[in-house]
């Protein structure tokens, strides 16, 4: 574990991170923190979240524009729908190892991690039209 202060404002957004995959936005994680702490400000779980993402205890997804967090830190990909932003976590050793092969071409630095995006429309947005 990193060496941090646990608050009690990390430890909720921690909590509620644990085994929530839908990797939820800024405003998600706020909305459910605020329940318990009620006194929370919008700014502290940005930051708390910035915070413990660099320190390496979740995981920063950018989707058009937006934060998303996730508790998943074991090597994966993401597949991403175009429509409706939905982040479904992708496992692909293959696909891992083969790009991290290829960075190696990389000279100005070490690979030491990969992470791809694939973009599409998921099965329910596809349903819908």
């Given at each position: 574990m990193a060496e941090i202060k646990y608050t009690n404002q990390r430890i909720e957004i921690l909590n509620y991170l644990e085994g929530n995959y839908t990797h939820p936005s800024v405003e998600q994680v706020y909305g459910a923190v605020r329940k318990k702490l009620t006194r929370i400000s919008k700014a502290t779980v940005y930051q708390n979240l910035k915070f413990l993402s660099e320190k390496g205890l979740?995981?920063?997804?950018?989707?058009?524009?937006?934060?998303?967090?996730?508790?998943?830190?074991?090597?994966?990909?993401?597949?991403?729908?175009?429509?409706?932003?939905?982040?479904?976590?992708?496992?692909?050793?293959?696909?891992?190892?083969?790009?991290?092969?290829?960075?190696?071409?990389?000279?100005?630095?070490?690979?030491?991690?990969?992470?791809?995006?694939f973009y599409g429309i998921c099965a329910k947005c596809r349903a819908v039209k």
């Open positions: 979740i995981r920063e997804v950018n989707v058009k524009g937006v934060s998303r967090f996730e508790p998943m830190l074991e090597p994966h990909h993401h597949a991403i729908c175009r429509n409706c932003s939905r982040i479904i976590d992708f496992r692909s050793e293959d696909l891992t190892e083969c790009s991290l092969n290829s960075a190696k071409k990389i000279k100005e630095i070490k690979v030491d991690s990969v992470n791809i995006n």
